[in-house]
């Protein structure tokens, strides 16, 4: 009796290919067309898990959480010095999204980097600046700019307390000039302080007193005489009331 032999189906070899191609799981180094790579944990084809990341045009390197191919988690961020070529920090901290979010550290320079809270990749809640003149702002922020009640803290000791818009001293606010002794309080709007009081604060213990003291506050029959409203401005102050 005659035997049938049928043709053994063969697997075309593009489909083992396309196996081995699938990405899941902790892998070696895979290098992406423009060179860039990224050495970790992987998901349905997308970086999903622990995992480095290096882009060669900038040589920058990111270290962390992956989710769906994109950064998520925490994570460190850095980039390699023009001059020495040691890799440098740049940003250490929470990621949702690609995007900074939630607590973490930026520094823009040696001098000069900010520390707190983070949405969308821009500086939103509390935060603390350390600015490169020496100057510190610690207070509340939104979309990358002083907004909310905060502090600013000059070189020479001189700080406003009170609100901010868009990065201005905006509403009520206190500026001490402890370095004559004196404390301006009032409305200030877009960075220009309107009206307010201003009084002795220290004078004592001032480096560089004014000539005068303010006059206090005295009574002469029924009539009061009283500090006097001033607009207040770093070189000196203009009577508007």
Same mark, same amino acid.
Request: aromatic share 18%; charged share 25%.
């Given at each position: ?143 990358? /700019?002083?907004?909310? /009640? ?92």
């Amino acid at each position: 009796m005659p035997i049938v032999k049928y043709p053994r189906t063969v697997e075309p070899l593009w489909n083992e290919w396309d196996r081995k191609a699938q990405k899941c799981g902790l892998r070696h180094t895979i290098y992406a067309v423009n060179r860039d790579h990224y050495t970790g944990e992987w998901l349905d084809n997308l970086k999903h898990g622990k995992g480095t990341q290096t882009w060669k045009s900038t040589g920058a390197i990111y270290n962390g959480d992956w989710k769906f191919g994109k950064r998520d988690g925490y994570g460190t961020y850095s980039i390699p010095d023009p001059v020495t070529k040691e890799y440098k920090k740049v940003y250490s901290g929470w990621w949702k999204n690609d995007k900074k979010c939630g607590y973490g550290i930026k520094f823009y320079s040696d001098m000069e980097y900010y520390e707190g809270e983070w949405s969308g990749g821009k500086r939103s809640g509390w935060g603390r600046m350390y600015y490169k003149d020496g100057s510190i702002y610690e207070g509340q922020w939104l979309e990358d /700019q002083h907004s909310g /009640q905060g502090m600013l803290r000059l070189t020479n000791e001189n700080r406003y307390e009170g609100t901010w818009k868009d990065g201005k001293k905006h509403g009520l606010g206190k500026f001490f000039y402890l370095n004559k002794g004196q404390l301006f309080e009032g409305f200030w709007v877009a960075d220009i302080p309107k009206c307010g009081t201003m009084i002795d604060f220290g004078r004592e213990e001032a480096p560089t007193p004014t000539q005068y003291p303010i006059p206090k506050v005295t009574l002469l029959g029924n009539l009061t005489f009283a500090t006097a409203f001033f607009s207040m401005s770093e070189e000196g102050f203009i009577k508007c009331s």
